[in-house]
């Protein structure tokens, strides 16, 4: 207490000498250079008269301004700005005469005040806690986003609009911003842009996907694992920058502030976990290589310190550095959020606390200061031991000095607070923060000839027994008890502070470990005896379990609800050790009905990847669940460039299926290029990859493949969507030459659907998706690799398959051209009308010649395509060894396709025999149509076994119609020439 009393009689004697108005207003005393002055002495002169105040304000600021050019440069160099704080200090002072001078000159000067008189109006509490910076007038408009994000040159607002001119206003119109990160920002464009989106966080951060990709390809190896946490967590850091700021111009009423704010909150929290496993693991990796926990050295001496004792036990117990380390992590994720308190705290003169109080004292008022006895006396105890009060204001500033102090020690930033202390003439509490240190002379131990400063508290022991007891006192405010309960200890007065799960870890964190210190600093030391501690300081024993426990039931309901928030169940796992654990509760996100987030997914894959790349592979199958959804949440929001990179990571039979799903969306000609290529790059098994794609597509609802006997007209005619689908699908197999061969057999099996179904066209459009050198590519490519030896019977058989399709496509395309030309391209004989003149009938005998040239030619065209028909069909049903037969066992023969096989034949042969009898008959060659069924009938090629019974007896039919035929030209049934 005596240097309490020291410090603050220090500061009374310097502030003795200062006046009532000097107390008051520095800038009031100081007429003959202050406008506000001369306003002040006109109020004091009896009537006010503005024209004659008008008339005094311009004369001294025409002799300012003749005035100023004759000031050194220098001089105006080392003027200091008068802060805004400063400013609204001063005319916050309560003074009757000045608020009505104030008024007065409101009065004359006319509605609209100037900003200096806006502030000086505005209410104390306002401007204590509000920020200075003037609303923007609200917009009418849903889209005008100007206001949101400031004026800019091409719409900007009269200067009799603005309230406070801003150094941004003469800038140019693309102004940008310099963010962590090297990030640069155009406010006019992109900002505008992220705002119009329906979820501007979600937009902002569509990048972190590509560049945690990239940072991934950057340090591919594990000896670079800890490099690349540190660029994640860069990455986030620079995301973060970019969402608050967009946050602060989002409205708050609109539906994008809450989702943009999800997104800054996520990202926040990531970055911090991110934090947390570089620190934690980069300890446990390096505590596996060096010694298991070495043995407890032998420090028992009188001249060991106390830091070498803590330095020694965190060497020792990898358990208590690491909860060390938690506690470094949690102040260093406050310390991100802590701003300069320096500016705002200026509530205080430079030399003494409690100005309005001593000037009270000063004044001789202390005893009658409205209903309440003031304090008399000025020392730090003063209004504990006399039970009085400070004036309000310094009550008010005192209670935000001690808020600030712990926000410094929550985030570890103990040296700021103590600087805090003394700028606020507190120099005696930053002293009282510096008994905390650890005690070490580094002269006991020797080596050196210099003395060196001694370091710490000698008696900290006596301190932190103060402390405690400072701690319990309830007459002390919540937080200068909640500062020493952190320094001595004292769990049950901290917690009251704590309003986070954040702030609650901390303090169990910082008790746990307080109290290890403690113990091994008392066990060892035996120098001299310490002062012993409140039993209730070790009653409690805490273990991380055990803390997690107390926070997840805990009475508040804030960190009971935060402790429930998916990143602080990661970060518990990852304190904890619990790999095991962790992935099966991430792997319980991706399969519930309410997934994740989108960036908690890509958080959970990336922290999957890292314990793989350090050799923790545990509960690889929940691994690869959860990374399978983050590729397929990579497909649903369009990062196309990612998902090869990631489906690599996947087990083998998992890439196939997942990339096969992925491709099947894709239609582009370039896309699907670009994805192959992707694929190619990350390692995937194409040929694999793109054989399941179209075996997906083109076995997606098929139905059986049977012969059916009827077909309607729809069915025949019609190419569906879903069938042009399967036609495109082809395409995945023709850009790389060494699938030519898998092409071919997935081709023939979407045309052997397409015929089975009679749509020719489509089969067609097939067809002419495989290139015309398959084959011979196919024989190359076989020959380079194996020599002489023959292609497999699976490539064969589909060769030959391939070769039959393409005999009934053109033997049906041929047909089709001779049915087109037969019935619609035949000339018409012209007609004489009855009654007609010469000149008539000369026209029509010449549209007779015109008609027998035409027809000539018709029949003549007829010729031709009936033998090219006739010839192309013969081919089908002539095919060696049997169209659509397999002449080569496979080894794992496809019972399947060797059944479609069989039914096409049942299907297209038929048909192929009454469409060649057809074109026989219709061109009178009727004998041709006996030598059809010879064929048919023949055991060698045994076409008859193809037919049903309703299908022989219809063919049946139709040669006894040429059989008639025959009869009627005088030849036999089978058209030979009857005897005579």
Known sequence: QSFKMAAAGKGSSQSGGKTPGD????????????????????????????????????????????????????????????????VSRTLRRKSTNVEKSLQLLDQAVGATPGPVLRMARTPASQLRHASYTPRPIPSTSQFDVSMTLGMTPAKSMPLSQSMVQTPARGLPATMEMY????????????????????????????????????????????????????????????????????VKKVTTAQNKFQLTLTVLQLLQQEKCTWRLLFSMYKDRIQSEFSESEAMMTDLVNNNVSERRIVEALFEREASTRQSQLVIDWLERNAADDVVDFYEKVEFYSQSVCWENTLHTLQQGTGLSHGSRALVTEMDPDAPIRQQRPLADLDKEDEVRLLKYIFTYLRAGQLEEAQKLCRKCGQSWR??????????????????????????????????????????????????????????????????PACES?????????????DSRVEQEIRTVRGDRPLEPLPPAYWDRVLTPDAIFKELQSSSHEGVQSQAEEPFHIIQKYIILGDVDGLIETMSEWVRSDFPPHQHLVRFMAHLVLFFRSIGLHTKDELCTTILEHYVRTLMDTGETQLVAFYTATLPLDRQVSLYAHFLERVEEHEERQMCLELAEEAGLDIPTIT????????????????????FTAALEAATSEDDRRKIRAIDWLVFDQSQRAEALKQSNAVMRTFLAMKKHAAAKEVFEKIPTDSVDVINRQ???????????????????????????????????????????????????????????????????????????????????????????IYNVLLFPDGWMVDQRMEPDEDEGRTHQ?????????????????????????????????????????????????????????KLRDSSIQLLDQNLDPLGYQMAS
């Not at 304000?57 to 008068?82: E, G, I, W, Y």
């Not at 009938?841 to 010729?863: A, C, D, G, I, N």
């Open 501 to 513: 799960w954040e702030d609650w870890l901390w303090a169990y964190y910082k008790v746990m470990v």
């Open 179 to 246: 963010t962590p990160g090297r990030v640069t920002e155009d406010i006019t464009s992109t900002n505008m842009s992220l705002l119009l989106e329906e979820d501007p966080g979600l937009a902002a951060s569509s990048g972190v996907y590509t560049d945690f990709m990239q940072c991934l390809r950057r340090r591919p190896t594990s000896k670079e694992v800890f490099e690349l946490l540190d660029e994640y967590q860069q990455v986030c850091c620079e995301q973060v920058s970019l969402l608050k700021r967009i």
């Open 782 to 872: 076989w020959q380079i690799q194996n020599g002489s030896a023959p292609l497999p019977a699976e490539d064969d058989n589909a060769i030959r398959e391939y070769i039959c399709i393409q005999t009934y496509i053109m033997a049906n395309d041929a047909f089709n051209d001779w049915f087109s030309h037969f019935h619609h391209n035949k000339p018409n004989r012209p007609k004489l009308q009855e009654g007609a003149n010469f000149t008539e009938k000369v026209k029509h005998e010449h549209r007779e010649q015109e008609f027998e040239v035409e027809l000539s030619r018709w029949h003549h065209s007829l010729s031709l395509q009936t033998e090219d028909v006739v010839s192309k």
């Open 901 to 957: 096989l069989d039914l096409l034949r049942q299907l297209c042969l038929p048909t192929m025999c009454l469409l060649l009898h057809t074109v026989l008959h219709e061109t009178g060659r009727y004998a041709d149509c006996m030598v059809l069924a010879d064929i048919i009938a023949s055991e060698q090629h045994q076409l008859y076994s193809v037919f049903r019974r309703d299908e022989l007896q219809r063919f049946l039919q």
């Open 430 to 495: 930053a002293a009282t923060l510096e008994g905390w240190r650890l005690y070490h002379d580094p002269n006991m131990e020797g080596g050196s000839s210099t003395l060196s400063p001694v370091e710490g508290n000698p008696n900290r022991d006596v301190w932190k027994a103060v402390c405690w007891r400072m701690a319990q006192d309830e007459r002390v405010h919540l937080y200068e008890r909640a500062v020493y309960a952190a320094l001595s200890g004292n769990l049950k007065e901290l917690l």
């Open 23 to 86: 107390r008051l207003s520095a800038s009031f005393a100081d007429a003959a250079d202050s406008t506000v002055g001369v306003i002040w002495q006109m109020s004091q002169e009896g009537e006010f008269n503005p024209a004659a105040m008008n008339e005094a304000l311009d004369k001294r600021r025409q002799l300012r301004k003749n005035f100023r050019p004759s000031l050194p440069t220098a001089a105006l160099a080392a003027s200091p700005a008068v802060r805004p704080e400063a």
């Open 691 to 710: 054989k399941t794609v179209v075996e997906n597509i083109r076995t997606h609802d098929q139905g059986d493949f049977k012969v059916s006997v009827e």
